[in-house]
């Protein structure tokens, strides 16, 4: 048989095969899943000087930043339905006014939905137009000068006591606790310093004590003899100054060289770890008190001491300062985007105001003009290089 007739022969019996079979159906297709949800990027900004003389406080407000961010992360959170992450856009002003504007013009073309910062008044409070034009809710975890609430500004916040507070109960304890007859004050003009000295002085009148001289430096001075000379003439029982470690410490030493024995005070811009560092041998135990913008007391105190031992351990550092009113600020203003459905600033804006949130630093609720109610001081000295509190007052 020739090939070609085989093949025919096999291919009738092939097809004769098949016609006694039901012709079997497709396999139904399985249903199609739905689409996951994209994530949605959610921009935060942070603004501190991470460079200059006190790059070592804005770092410690960056690291509160980032350590909120990355537990934000963690968490999973959904707003509106959809799955949320977190990205921290993080700036350096240098304490510089101009810096600071422009960082903020930054942040608010990269459409950031709200800014934690600055660190001090004098950034805080030019940056603060710029977010108030855009729209943009800012939090501010550490400038306390008054101007910064008192602008009627919708969006503006701030998560410590301001100075008509600080300065004011650190005035009335120079002369009621210290007994201090005479006192000096020095500032170093910037809107913090001298906003806290003035409202210093105001409480030390107050309460009965005597300016015996008011002095002033900048910011980057590391010279003081000639005004610390014409103070020491004075006698005065105590030295105020209206600034920042930086300068302070300096300031510490030099007047241990000039034989000035008084007390020296300030407020939180000198409060911090660093200080006794800064100034070295300059610094007696019980000799500099400070007031920190905050505080907890009773069983928050755990919550807070927990949150240092857990900064510790990520950033292999103590806490300078405001670290922990900047991680509460960044879950504030967050909570206000998962309560509100959304992260346009113009629909959790409502929610922020609204706000009554349990962080590490105590509850945080904001008053009408974006004051933390009921705000604390922690009034602080040194002993042995290490920070002492003395009192939590509200």
């Given at each position: 048989m020739q090939l070609n007739t085989k093949l025919a022969v096999i291919a009738a019996a092939v097809a004769l095969a098949a016609?006694?079979?039901?012709?079997?159906?497709?396999?139904?297709?399985?249903?199609?899943?739905?689409?996951?949800?994209?994530?949605?990027?959610?921009?935060?900004?942070?603004?501190?000087?991470?460079?200059?003389?006190?790059?070592?406080?804005?770092?410690?407000?960056?690291?509160?930043?980032?350590?909120?961010?990355?537990?934000?992360?963690a968490a999973g959170l959904t707003i509106g339905g959809a799955p949320a992450k977190f990205e921290l856009l993080a700036e350096d002003d240098a304490a510089d006014p101009k810096q600071g504007t422009a960082a903020a013009t930054k942040l608010v073309d990269a459409k950031v939905a709200g800014v934690i910062g600055h660190l001090n008044s004098g950034t805080t409070i030019p940056a603060s137009q710029i977010?108030?034009?855009?729209?943009?809710?800012?939090?501010?975890?550490?400038?306390?000068?008054?101007?910064?609430?008192?602008?009627?500004?919708?969006?503006?916040?701030?998560?410590?006591?301001?100075?008509?507070?600080?300065?004011?109960?650190?005035?009335?304890?120079?002369?009621?606790?210290?007994?201090?007859?005479?006192?000096?004050?020095?500032?170093?003009?910037?809107?913090?310093?001298?906003?806290?000295?003035?409202?210093?002085?105001?409480?030390?009148?107050?309460?009965?004590?005597?300016?015996?001289?008011?002095?002033?430096?900048?910011?980057?001075?590391?010279?003081?003899?000639?005004?610390?000379?014409?103070?020491?003439?004075k006698k005065p029982d105590v030295v105020f100054f209206g600034g920042m470690d930086a300068v302070a410490g300096p300031m510490l030493k030099q007047m241990k060289q000039l034989g000035i024995n008084a007390k020296f005070m300030g407020g939180d811009g000198i409060c911090s770890t660093e200080l006794p560092k800064l100034?070295?041998?300059?610094?007696?135990?019980?000799?500099?008190?400070?007031?920190?913008?905050?505080?907890?007391?009773?069983?928050?105190?755990?919550?807070?001491?927990?949150?240092?031992?857990?900064?510790?351990?990520?950033?292999?550092?103590?806490?300078?300062?405001?670290?922990?009113?900047?991680?509460?600020?960044v879950k504030v203003m967050a909570n206000a985007m998962v309560t509100a459905g959304s992260a346009d600033p113009k629909v959790y804006l409502p929610a922020l105001k609204a706000t009554n949130y349990k962080g590490v630093t105590g509850t945080i609720a904001f008053d009408e003009k974006g004051d933390i109610k009921n705000g604390a001081l922690t009034l602080m000295t040194y002993k042995g290089g290490n920070r002492t509190t003395l009192a939590v007052i509200r």
């Open positions: 016609c006694g079979k039901k012709e079997e159906a497709a396999p139904a297709a399985a249903p199609a899943a739905a689409p996951a949800a994209a994530a949605q990027v959610i921009k935060i900004g942070h603004v501190g000087p991470t460079s200059g003389a006190i790059a070592h406080l804005g770092k410690d407000n960056e690291n509160g930043a980032r350590m909120a961010i990355e537990e934000l992360n977010y108030n034009d855009a729209g943009i809710p800012q939090i501010s975890p550490s400038a306390t000068n008054p101007k910064y609430t008192r602008q009627g500004y919708a969006g503006a916040f701030r998560v410590v006591a301001d100075d008509v507070h600080l300065g004011g109960t650190l005035g009335k304890y120079a002369v009621e606790t210290l007994k201090a007859k005479n006192v000096a004050v020095i500032d170093d003009r910037t809107a913090y310093g001298q906003g806290v000295a003035d409202e210093f002085e105001k409480g030390v009148k107050a309460s009965g004590g005597t300016v015996v001289g008011r002095e002033f430096t900048n910011d980057k001075a590391t010279d003081f003899n000639a005004i610390l000379t014409t103070l020491k003439a100034a070295a041998d300059g610094m007696a135990d019980d000799q500099v008190f400070c007031a920190e913008a905050g505080g907890v007391e009773g069983e928050q105190k755990e919550g807070m001491d927990k949150f240092r031992a857990d900064f510790k351990a990520k950033f292999g550092a103590d806490v300078q300062v405001y670290a922990p009113y900047v991680y509460d600020a």
